[in-house]
Structures are given as structure tokens and as C-alpha cells.
């Protein structure tokens, strides 16, 4: 099946310069005028002395693979330095039926990264007639990244899915980073989050403890963390689709788990 | 002066001194515990203000120590890894120092500094039970550490410790806060988590000690800097206990084979 190249109009098609390349995307989502170098801005901005930029990925999300496919759990907190924005924020994108990615990071990069994501998404099943692998989708997340390494995104994504092979888990970063795993935790809350699922995860988990642990892992993280907080969204992603499986305040949660604390 | 001149060449730090012979005044010559004047007894900095010299690479505690309170007393545990920025410089440290029969403090951060600053505590523990005959009470040990390390705010020495049956934590930056629990150092968060589901006030001894293995074995899963084994104390109002020191690689081996076991179990259920 042809693969049209449909370039809009005005946008030359990009030949790799020396520090913005383009891996195989057809069109380069913004083009950084010639003379213009993004990341050494950046550098300068780095430095211990005088302005410092600090691109913390302030939330936390956790996925897991378990026999019975993948849990997602994301809390719902933005916050821009030390002011919360939100409370009720979206961190999971659903990009088909059969795909979701979660969000952390910077919330402007995230959703409009991953929207990109979505389309290309859409456009591969209308091209090709079947739907895209997790391990594609990932990649092609991933790539985008690359083609803007060092310029100052700030992403950090679980893209979690079923397709033929499987559940499939990937985690992707701004750095280009893309790695398949059983369990990951993205966002400063994630440690304490690691923590709770470790000591809980079992290959074998039935469904009720799976969610179970999905929630602990992200109300104790919100319990530590001053930047995760709000509410626990939870999907689980089965063979035949993702549901979502609950919408709970932490606030409640807390209250369950934690059973010295309030006495 | 020896103890001072070593404290400074550690942390590199620059200071005026005065040519005059004067005497370094311990800076306990306005409390209770000074009757020893001009003798240098505690390492101190002349108050003359000095430039402060900019530390050649960030500090940072590369540990895993958690203390909290129980009805059993206090229990306190902590790794064995002493590293040095890659390196593991020593995978059998002692993190939990006894100071004296009731009273044992954990540690973080440069390891020099701990071993000096918890003999120091440990000598003017005794001093002031020879004294006044009765040993200074939980509280009043962390004021003392507290003060001491008073001068050397802003140079980053780190202690941190926990007191039993009070638990507090004495930082060098002038924090002192008393609590219920406390972990401190780089795998601190994933040790947090495990101790907030599981503690309360009704634990036995054996299910505390249990909570605070496994935090501390989580912890050292996922750091890099904490490792290789784990040390529990407890303290209770017959003194302090300590559990025989245990090697954590053993407790990953035995989990892995328990998920292989399962995988395998639920492998052949399903056919």
C-alpha cells in the first residue's frame, strides 16, 4: 500500500543539519529556524550559579504487568513550582481502545506529544488496516523525542497496550529512552511508589489485589510527595480492551491504608 | 586541636586564626556542662566569621537508616553499604552506632563524621551521668547534639539519628524534630511507603522487626547506594537488642525462587 507523502503546503521536506534531525518522521512538528540552537540555550540555564531551570516531573504514575494484563494508576495533581494549578488533572490519555499513555512531566508537552501520538496511531490503522503494536506506538513516541533531544521537552510516558504479542508495557522519556518492563513508576512520587509495589507484587495476583496494590502504591506516593496528590485513576487493560476501574480521593484512601496513623 | 585540625582538613574549609595564643572556648562555657575552661574538649571553629568555601562536589547521603516507635519500644534498622560515589567503599559499615545502654543512634551521611560526632555524644553522656548521677534524659542527648553541632551549620556535616524510647532526628542544619518515624538518606522514599502501610502502635516485636527489614530490603532493591546487608536494633526499657546482622542477597534469592515457584505453579494450573 502506497504511502502518500502529504505535506502541507509551505513546509519543505527537512534534510538532516547537524544537531535537528528527523527519525523517519515525514514532517518535523516545529521547525526551529537555521542559527537557532535550542539546547545550548538550555545548557546555560543549567548551571548551579544564576538561572536554573529544573524540569521535575512532578506527579506520579505507575503500570504493572500481571497475568491479567496491565494496571495503569495515575493521581491527578499539576503543580507549577510550588503553586497547585490542579487537582483533577487527566494524566492517562486513551488513545484506542487497545492503547493508552500515561502522562508525566511537563502537562504541556505530555498532552501535546501524545496527541501527535494518537494521530499517528489512527493514520498507521487507516493506512495498514490493522491496529499498531504497543512496540511501535512506543517508537514512534520515542523518535519524536529524538528528533528534539536536549532542547528542553520534559516527558515521561508509559505506553501500555494489547496487541498480538501480549500486554505490552514501554516506558518512554524525554532522553529517548524507551524500555519494556513488568513494572515501571515515572514522577517524583515514584520511589515511594516502588516501594508499595514491590513488596505487594505477585505474578499470579487476582484482579481485586491487583487494583488493590495500584491504589496503595499511588495514596502512599500522594501521602509523601507534596507534588502528587487529588484523586487515583486507575484502568486496567484487558484482552479485549481497557476499562476504566475506579475514580478514588486519596484523601478517603489514605484514611484505609494507613492504619497507625490517624488513631 | 587534633580533633579540630582533622575536622578541617576533611571538610577543606578555610578559617581566620588569630595569632594570639588564645584560648578556643568550647561553646558550652555558658551551660551546665562546662567546668572544664580552656582545655580543648570539643572541636569548635572560631566564631570569626570565615568565607565559606564552596564544596567540591554535593553531598548526599547514600543510605537507608528508619527508626519508629512501637509499644515494644523503639526499633531502628538500617543498610551496610558505605559508598563513595561509585564506589562501595565498605559493604559491612555499621550504621547504627549504641551510644550507651538505652540509647543508640543511627547515621547518615559522611560516615567520618558520624563515628567522631557519636564518641563525642557517647563522652558527654557519661560526663554528665558521672556528674549528676542520673543519666541525661532521650530528649535532652539530642539538645546536646543539637548544640554541638551548632557551630558547624552550613558545612554540611550530617548526623542524623534516633533516640530510643523518644525517637528524634538531629540534622546538622539545625533540625530537631521528635516523632514517631523517621527514615533518612537517598533510599529513604521506598523505605517510607512500606512503613506508612504497615506501622501502628500495636505491633509485636517480631512483626515490627519483620516491617523494618523489609522496608529496608525494598530500599535496597531500587537505590544504588544501600545494600548489601541490614542491622536491626531494638530498644526497649531493658536496653537495647540487636538482631544478628543479615545478608540481603539471601532474601533475593529466596523471593526470586518463590516467583519462579509461583510462575511455574500457575503456569501448569492453567493448562
Not at chain 2, 546538622?172 to 506501622?199: H, K, N
Request: some cysteine; overall charge neutral; aromatic content about 8%.
Amino acid at each position: 500500500m502506497l504511502r502518500s507523502h502529504i505535506l502541507p503546503g509551505g513546509q519543505t521536506h527537512l534534510a538532516d543539519r547537524t544537531n535537528h534531525f528527523n527519525f523517519g518522521l515525514k514532517t518535523q512538528e516545529f521547525a526551529v529556524p537555521r542559527g537557532v540552537d535550542p539546547s545550548r540555550f538550555l545548557k546555560s540555564c543549567n548551571n548551579e550559579e544564576g538561572v536554573c531551570i529544573e524540569m521535575n516531573h512532578g506527579t506520579t504514575t505507575l503500570a504493572f504487568k500481571f497475568r491479567h494484563g496491565v494496571i495503569v494508576a495515575v493521581d491527578s495533581r499539576a503543580s507549577a513550582g510550588q503553586y497547585l494549578a490542579s487537582n483533577a488533572v487527566n494524566k492517562v490519555i486513551e488513545i484506542n481502545p487497545y492503547l493508552l499513555g500515561t502522562m508525566s512531566g511537563s502537562a504541556a508537552d505530555c498532552q501535546y506529544w501524545e496527541r501527535l501520538l494518537a494521530k499517528e496511531c489512527r493514520l498507521y490503522r487507516l493506512r495498514n488496516n490493522q491496529r499498531i503494536s504497543v512496540s511501535a506506538a512506543s517508537k514512534l513516541l520515542c523518535n519524536m523525542m529524538l528528533g528534539y533531544r536536549g532542547m528542553g521537552l520534559s516527558v515521561g510516558s508509559m505506553i501500555c497496550g494489547w496487541d498480538k504479542e501480549g500486554p505490552g508495557l514501554y516506558y518512554v522519556d524525554d532522553n529517548g529512552t524507551r524500555l519494556s518492563g513488568r513494572m515501571f513508576s515515572t514522577g517524583c512520587g515514584n520511589s515511594y511508589a516502588y516501594g508499595v509495589i514491590d513488596s505487594g507484587y505477585k505474578e499470579d495476583m487476582t484482579v481485586e489485589e491487583a487494583y488493590e496494590l495500584g491504589k496503595r502504591g499511588i495514596t502512599h506516593a500522594t501521602h509523601r510527595d507534596a507534588y502528587s496528590g487529588g484523586v487515583v485513576n486507575m484502568y486496567h487493560m484487558r484482552e479485549d480492551g481497557w476499562i476504566k476501574v475506579c475514580q478514588e480521593d486519596v484523601s478517603e484512601l489514605i484514611h484505609r491504608y494507613k492504619k497507625g496513623m490517624f488513631n | 586541636m587534633s580533633e579540630a585540625t582533622c575536622l578541617q582538613s576533611i571538610l577543606n574549609l578555610q578559617s581566620v586564626w588569630s595569632n594570639q595564643d588564645n584560648q578556643v572556648t568550647s561553646h558550652f562555657s555558658h551551660d551546665l556542662f562546662s567546668t572544664h575552661s580552656g582545655d580543648l574538649s570539643t572541636p569548635s571553629l572560631p566564631s570569626v566569621s570565615s568565607q565559606p568555601v564552596p564544596l567540591p562536589f554535593p553531598l548526599s547521603h547514600g543510605t537507608t537508616t528508619l527508626a519508629f516507635i512501637f509499644q515494644g519500644g523503639v526499633l531502628a534498622a538500617a543498610d551496610t553499604r558505605s559508598s563513595c560515589s561509585g564506589l562501595v567503599a565498605c559493604p559491612a559499615a555499621q550504621k547504627i552506632l549504641p551510644i550507651h545502654s538505652h540509647l543508640v543512634g543511627t547515621t547518615s551521611g559522611t560516615s567520618a563524621d558520624c563515628a567522631l560526632w557519636k564518641r563525642i555524644l557517647a563522652r558527654e553522656l557519661r560526663l554528665y551521668q558521672l556528674r549528676h548521677g542520673r543519666r541525661l534524659s532521650t530528649r535532652g542527648a539530642a539538645k546536646l547534639l543539637s548544640h554541638m553541632l551548632h557551630p558547624f551549620k552550613g558545612t554540611e556535616l550530617c548526623v542524623a539519628s534516633g533516640f530510643g524510647p523518644c525517637l528524634f532526628y538531629v540534622c546538622s542544619d539545625g533540625t530537631r524534630l521528635q516523632g514517631t518515624l523517621f527514615s533518612v538518606g537517598s533510599g529513604s522514599p521506598y523505605a517510607y511507603s512500606i512503613l506508612d502501610q504497615g506501622v501502628e502502635w500495636g505491633l509485636t516485636v517480631e512483626e515490627a522487626t519483620a516491617i523494618g527489614r523489609e522496608a529496608v530490603y525494598r530500599a535496597t532493591h531500587r537505590d544504588a547506594y544501600s545494600g548489601n546487608c541490614v542491622d536491626v536494633y531494638h530498644v526497649s526499657s531493658k536496653g537495647w537488642t540487636r538482631r544478628s546482622r543479615e545478608d540481603l542477597k539471601e532474601e533475593y534469592y529466596r523471593e526470586k525462587e518463590q516467583r519462579e515457584k509461583d510462575k511455574s505453579r500457575s503456569t501448569t494450573g492453567s493448562e
